[in-house]
């Protein structure tokens, strides 16, 4: 079964998106980017699914920590606000961003791993 690590500050969406997953993927749950980081000392994924804007820092802030430490996964960048043009940066970044409200949300995991 693939693992993702999902990675979101917001209890009630991580929850609510871990359950939606799980039917489908391993789940490994994370509240921030230095959470992120520990879990993935540990455990190998086949995705990062993170959102945008955490206490800790940011899903990018992320990326850049897994690309320092050579982790190479596909990397999935979420956020509420599609209005910051985290698309674009995304793009520039060689990852896929996804509106946490998208109806093919899914989908497009499913596309990438």
Do not use: Q
């Amino acid at each position: 079964m693939k693992r993702i690590l999902l990675v979101d500050d917001d209890e009630t969406f991580r929850y609510a998106l871990s359950e939606l997953l799980s039917k489908e993927f391993e789940v490994l749950k994370s509240f921030g980017v230095k959470d992120a980081l520990e879990k993935l000392k540990k455990d190998s994924v086949d995705l990062i699914c993170s959102d945008y804007n955490m206490r800790d820092g940011t899903g990018l802030d992320l990326l850049h920590s897994c690309r320092e430490r050579n982790i190479s996964v596909p990397f999935m960048l979420m956020s509420s606000d599609g209005s910051n043009n985290l698309s674009i940066k995304a793009g520039l970044y060689g990852i896929t961003f996804c509106e946490k409200a998208d109806c093919e949300f899914l989908d497009k995991i499913r596309a990438m791993i």
